[in-house]
């Protein structure tokens, strides 16, 4: 069935003189390259792209994505990624001429149906996060944090306070840690309790005046809700210091609890997961952030404003906002993305909101109850919309790893779930089926799990053996890196 | 709801095996006084049709700039995007999968960004690319922090005025929280002062960055600026405009050490902003610094030729607090798009967009400023996009009139520059024709001077 | 060459002294301990010559596939010289690592350092440790 000619690079099937474009002839009067652009300045050479036929094109891409594994065709629990359902609806909508062909700097007056649903979009943001400020700038969740320790910093500098520390846990995305090194903190790690939980005590050691934001993931990443959140914000405030909720994992809380409410200063989205996207491959995301009323004025500029008139209401760019950190991105923000967004919250209303929540964390229970005794939970038998397995017992006893696990689901037709994260799990295996899952996808990767820990590690180590390639050699790639194709070695 | 599963029997079984009575008892956790004792306040459910209603009446009241004729640029430009390139990225296999932690589930997306990388390093004549940044104004921040890592320097980072003012409001931003000096040269010729530029590179730079054509659409000598820049030991970062490439000479050429872009012109609608796709490229010495993912090729166990993510140790979720940047996505559904749509233009036809852009560039040009009214705001060459200046002082008027006619003019530059405040930023793509150049020369010229202003007004629903 | 003439870091560095120019030259690596627990090395940032170090100090990096580890000055003093085949030549961590597999050479500030390491005995208990 493989179609291997199609799926050769580009640049192999390039063909000196065929193309898949033809441009309109030029209409205006034709002046002389020389005149027009300097020689020192003028290509020398034609750019060296390849040659194709438009019909090539289409038969390349189209069976380079039968080598992918996609939500719409495969179940696909990665763990801390919220792979769920990617509606069709949203992509229709978001790409009306009216939604996907306008021009950020279009005026104002030309583009009030946007800018009311953007606005819409910063009022639904706040009330989900209650958090009274929305920012929907940030071009993905890292850089929401990132914006968001900026405002922090501006917050602490007009105080007159120079607080030089950001508290991570140590099961926190390698995000927290970075972005707080790109705002100029000092990070400092937080241990977990065996049971997974925040170490009141470490935090306790390294609470200081010194610490501006204390970054917080909830529910965590090993899937459960951090029950004295109220209380490490209560001791965080006290210092002066500021609660930074990581959003990655909203789709458990949608309606039951919010950040603000549990004491965080704040947030972001991460739209493409919790509001279903989609990933795109690896992207784009989106990353709006909702903060307090007292951070509200160091968000980058501009947000959306809505003036009541006599005629109604009018929406417009509010850039006069003097405290603002400024931008963090050209133009508005990952607008395609929000209209996304806006669909999906808009299509679920706040009964629809709570029932995400509700059978993402009941279809992640049930799995976890299902296959616990073969894949121990080392944090317990409940869970929030994701748990945490362990493959160590299995290695140690029969030396199946997390990873032969996860490869050889793949040959079952399903993705693996996020494997060796956190770094506080040995051999960790994250499972997140989401909400728009069945019982009996439920079942049945609860039992192709059942039957892979039966089948021989021999066979497990060499696994995948279905797919279009086996294991690749990483070692290779990263010690010899080849990073473009050559004419010359290929 | 549409996406769910679950019915009630389901759920009853899935709790009974669970062994707990209740959803809410799943969520006992979470201490009851922070649980949310009142429904969410926001607007209740719609089904398909009721959205689709809702979303077409937001839409109808936008302006979309396909529906005028759009002169509008700066960073985000009407070109035309090939039936193709929607097709590929419309398929679930590439829009609905993520980020390719199973290579051997993935070969489609680590290809595709293999040969993205690829095609930019072709495009640019640089030797390295990464899968991509979020768009052109973070890209410009990520190549700063990445040249004060290269050259260990902290002290000071210098643009040009004529770098775009959102790249510059982004790069300050950034800077702020480290405290790295930002110097900004003047243009108020239309491009770089070259020889302010040469007084305030200092052996404490990091990087020079500057934009090729630049945010008026004029050349920059760019052979000059790396020369200041290299002889003090700094990076050049230049920003691009890839379609300017079917005619210009590429970074590589021309000395850069990081090349970086706003990829939107390459396949992407411009969707009010965003996401867009933030191209990077860089010398290959500087690969490791590089932020961002990256494809590489290797073999699998059977010595079959294959892709996978390298050079992760860069990275955040390896490096945490020490890695090259913050970045976890990329933008990959738009470097898909950008392969797709440099594939279908190939060498000849990414050489006919550039000059049928510069062409109708230059005869907007000659036409607009043949007008009583307007004046060429600055004389260097330019290829897709000029400045004109309103001898009358009234820039809203001429976009006033111009949006009467069903034209978006152009972008007012007093936005960003007080001083430039009766400019007009022009850009013509090769969709505009004859025509719709001739319509706005006519309601830039008489009919503006004649239109009331209440114009603004007209009929756009 | 012998490892009973080394001395170890905690950091899993290894210190071979000598006598040059009337003063103490320590030779370092890293131990064939850590070399395995990093299993397939893709990368070596090597310390630069000249560089003036601190016994502590963090100054070059070892990466495998996914996982970075600093290299760790075990003493004080300025780096002299660098193996500068070792990035090329990764394979020689595992073939030597007491040997070729040397990192660099520092010319020594303070002959104190050299009592915080430990002897290769106390070095072998502290592996058994961390192994477990």
Known sequence: MRN????????????????????????????????????????????????????????????????????????????????????????????????????????????????????????????????????????AGAQGELTAL?????????????????????????????????????????????????????????????????????????????????????????????????????????????????????????????????????????????????????????????????????????????????RVRSFFGNV??????????????????????????????????????????????????????????????????????????????????????????????????????????????????????????????????????????????????????????? | MAYFYNTPQDQAEMLKAIGVKSLEELFASIPAPLQLDRPLDVPPALGEIEL??????????????????????????????????????????????????????????????????????????????????????????????????????????????????????TLKTYLTSLGVELVTVEASGGTCDLEQLARVVNDETACVVAQHPNFFGALEETDEIAKIAHDAGALFVVAFDPISLGVLKRPGDYGADIAIAEGQSLGTPMQYGGPYLGIMAAREKFVRRMPGRIAGQTVDRRGKRCWVLTLQTREQHIRRSKATSNICTNQGLFALRASVYLSALGPQGLREVAELCLQKAHYARGQLTGLERLEPAFASPVFKEFVVRDRQHDVDGLVRAALAEGIFAGVPLGTWYPELSDCLLVAVTERRTRQEIDQLVAALGDRASSSPSSAETASYA | MSVEDLLFAKTHEWVRVSEADGGKLATLGISAFAVEALTDLVFLELPEVGRQVSAGDSFGEIESVKAVSDIYSPVSGEVVEVNDELPNKLELFNDDPYGAGWIAKIRMTDEADLAALLSPADYEKLCAEEAM
């Not at chain 1, 930074?244 to 549990?262: K, Q, V």
């Not at chain 2, 002169?71 to 419309?90: E, K, W």
Request: hydrophobic share 35%; proline share 7%; charged share 20%.
């Open chain 1, 336 to 490: 395609g993305v929000l209209v996304r967004a806006y669909c999906y919250i808009r299509t679920h209303g706040p009964d629809g909101l709570r029932q995400v929540a509700e059978n993402a964390v009941l279809n992640a229970n049930y799995l976890l109850s299902r296959v616990q005794h073969i894949l121990p939970v080392p944090q317990g038998d409940r869970c929030m919309h994701e748990f945490v397995a362990s493959a160590a017992q299995l290695k140690s006893e029969r030396g199946i790893t997390a990873m032969d696990i996860a490869k050889r689901l793949l040959d079952y037709g399903m993705h693996a779930p996020t494997v060796y994260f956190p770094l506080t799990v040995k051999e960790a295996l994250m499972v997140e089926p989401t909400e728009t899952e069945s019982k009996q996808t439920l079942d049945a990767f609860a039992e192709t799990l059942f039957r892979i820990t039966d089948e021989s590690p021999e066979l497990l180590h060499e696994a995948p053996h279905t797919t279009p390639i086996s294991r690749p050699d990483e070692v290779t790639a990263a010690r010899e890196p080849v990073l473009k194709w050559t004419a010359a070695e290929n």
């Open chain 1, 150 to 326: 900026m405002c922090a910093a501006a917050y602490f500098r007009d105080l007159g306070e120079t607080r030089t520390k950001v508290l991570v846990p140590d099961s926190a995305h390698g995000t927290n840690p970075a972005s707080a090194n790109f705002v100029g903190f000092d990070t400092l790690e937080i241990k977990s309790t065996p049971a997974g939980y925040v170490d009141m005590n470490d935090l306790r050691a390294k609470l200081d005046e010194q610490v501006a934001v204390f970054m917080i993931t909830n529910p965590n990443t090993v899937g459960l809700f951090e029950t004295n959140v109220r209380e490490i914000a209560d001791m965080v405030h006290e210092l002066g210091g500021l609660i930074y909720c990581d959003g990655a994992n909203m789709n458990a809380i949608l309606g039951i609890t919010r950040p603000g409410d549990f004491g965080a200063d704040m947030m972001h989205f991460n739209p493409h997961k919790t509001f279903s996207g989609p990933h795109g491959g690896g992207g784009p995301g989106a990353g709006p952030i909702a903060v307090t009323g007292k951070l509200g004025p160091y968000l980058p500029s501009p947000v959306v404003a809505k003036d009541d008139t006599p005629e109604g209401p009018v929406y417009r760019l509010d850039f006069d906002r003097e405290k603002s950190i400024g």
């Open chain 2, 52 to 169: 689709t209603a809702h979303l077409q009446e937001l839409a109808a009241r936008n302006t979309p700039a396909t529906a005028n004729v759009s002169f509008l640029g700066g960073g985000s430009y009407d070109h035309f995007v090939p039936a193709v390139v929607d097709y590929v990225a419309s398929r679930g296999e590439f829009y609905t999968s993520y980020t390719p932690y199973q290579a051997e589930v993935a070969q489609g997306n680590l290809q595709a960004m293999f040969e993205y990388q690829t095609l930019i390093c072709q495009l640019t004549g640089m030797d390295v690319s990464n899968q991509s940044l979020y768009d052109g104004g973070s890209a410009t921040a990520e190549a700063v922090l990445m040249s004060l890592a290269v050259t260990r320097r902290e002290g000071r980072v210098v643009t040009i005025g004529s770098v775009h003012p959102e790249y510059r409001q």
């Open chain 1, 4 to 139: 291997t000619r199609a799926t050769q690079l580009l640049f192999e099937l390039s063909h000196p003189g065929r193309r898949g474009s033809r441009l309109p002839a030029c209409d205006v009067p034709e002046t002389s390259l020389d005149e027009l652009i300097p020689e020192r300045h003028r290509a020398t050479a034609p750019t060296p792209l390849p040659e194709m036929p438009e019909p090539e094109i289409v038969r390349h891409y189209a069976n380079l994505s039968t080598f992918n594994m996609c939500i719409d065709t495969n179940f696909y629990p990665l763990g801390s990624c919220t792979m769920k359902y990617n509606s069709k609806r949203n992509e229709r909508l978001a790409n009306l001429p009216g939604m996907v062909d306008l021009h950020p700097y279009q005026p104002e007056s030309t583009i009030q149906g946007m800018l009311e649903l953007l606005h819409q979009m910063q009022q639904m943001l706040a009330e989900i996060s209650g958090l009274e400020a929305v920012s929907l700038q940030p071009a």
